[in-house]
């Protein structure tokens, strides 16, 4: 599945224990990504300074759901449980 331009879902509700740039510390569950811009869409996409975890995530189905909604709900629960 292709990315929902505008969901920014996997930008919010997960923790990422990475460094980000502007975010060095990485960022914790249901903050919102410094990198994520106000139509939420990632400053850093294509650019060799988007950390590892950002770059390998790929949409899917049954994380993604059929709205950034759903997305945000499914990424949350997983943060929860893990």
């Known amino acids: 599945m292709e ?6 879902a996997c930008c919010i509700a997960p923790s990422i224990s990475s460094s980000i740039p502007g975010m ?3 960022k914790p569950a249901d903050v919102r990504c410094i990198q994520l811009d106000e139509n939420n ?5 294509g650019k060799p300074e988007r950390p590892d975890v950002c ?6 189905n049954s994380i993604c ?18």
């Open 24 to 26: 060095e510390n990485g």
């Open 55 to 60: 770059h390998n995530f790929k949409a899917c």
């Open 3 to 8: 990315c929902r331009l505008g969901c920014g």
């Open 41 to 45: 869409l990632c400053k850093l996409f």
């Open 65 to 82: 759901g059929d709205s950034p909604q759903k997305a945000l709900e499914n990424i949350q629960e997983l943060e929860r449980i893990t």
